[in-house]
Each structure stands twice: as C-alpha cells, then as structure tokens.
C-alpha cells in the first residue's frame, strides 16, 4: 500500500484553510494475479471497476508553469458524468476536479445526460514534483464507490 499525506485548499466560512486528506492506492493480488484494487481518499474509498467507464484523456500538456490534463469521462450505466476525475503521477495523488464542462459532441453520440463530461483542469506544475508528464495516471470516481482508469493519449 503507497500513501501521501495531502492537504487541500478549500474555502470555509469566506477564509481559505487547509484540510489534510489522506491517500493510497491498495492492490491485493493472490498467486500473481489482481484481485482487487482499492483506491482510499481520505474516508472515501472506491473500487476498481471496468465494465461502466466510457471518455479517456486526449490532452496532457504543459503550458507555463501548469499541467493541462484534458478529457471527458462518462458512466455508461447511469448514464451521467463520473462524480470525479483524480491526476496521480510518480510523486502520488496530484488533483481532484469535480468541475465538468459541456461536450456537446459527447453528448450528440451517449445523449444529453453526458453534456457535462469534459474536464480540463490546469494543475500547478510543480505539484507534479520532478515527475516526467508520461508518469501521469488519471482515474475516474464514480458516486457509488467505484473507479476506473482512463486511457491516454
């Protein structure tokens, strides 16, 4: 099990503070083989799952001083955006966006449901430590305790 110490920036009662939120990445495995992968965020824990996830990450790239990481993810089942897209890389969990924008071209082929689909968070480059931008893994959450992970470019 890898874990990092992380602390968020949110606002509360009109004042910024920082919340200290912890995550790991647990992988249990039997004779080689995955039996279940278990990704922890703060309280909040999700399982893997590979059978709802539809969209994928077209765009990594790195305009002065920041990391765009671009997209757009679905739940093929609910038929609705993911709740949350989360950036790992080498030095650990990155970035956590909850904020979609439309695609209508998404939602003209999955329906309207999958308007807001799109993510394109710019994240502060040096959150990424000396990280090299092909160390980024970036994970779908999903409302029910469930994740998946998108493909890259």
């Known amino acids: ?21 912890s995550v790991a990445l647990e992988i249990y495995s039997r004779e080689g083989t995955l039996d279940l992968m278990v990704l922890r965020l703060g309280a909040q824990r999700y399982r ?31 038929g609705k955006p993911v709740d949350a897209v989360v950036v790992f890389a080498s030095e650990g969990y990155i970035h956590e966006t909850t904020s979609f924008h439309k695609r209508p071209d998404v939602a003209s082929i999955y329906g309207k449901g999958f308007l807001y689909s799109g993510f394109n968070p710019f994240i502060s480059r040096e959150l990424f430590g000396p990280a090299d931008l092909d160390d980024i893994r970036v994970f779908a959450l999903f409302g029910d305790g469930e994740f998946s992970e998108l493909s890259l470019p």
Do not use: C, H, T
């Open 1 to 21: 099990m890898n874990n990092l110490d992380f602390y968020l920036l949110r606002e509360w009662l009109g004042k910024p503070v920082l919340v200290p939120v």
């Open 48 to 78: 893997l799952s590979s059978e709802r996830l539809v969209g994928g990450v077209s765009l990594i790239e790195e305009p002065g001083g920041f990391v765009q990481v671009g997209g757009w993810a679905g739940d093929e089942v609910a």
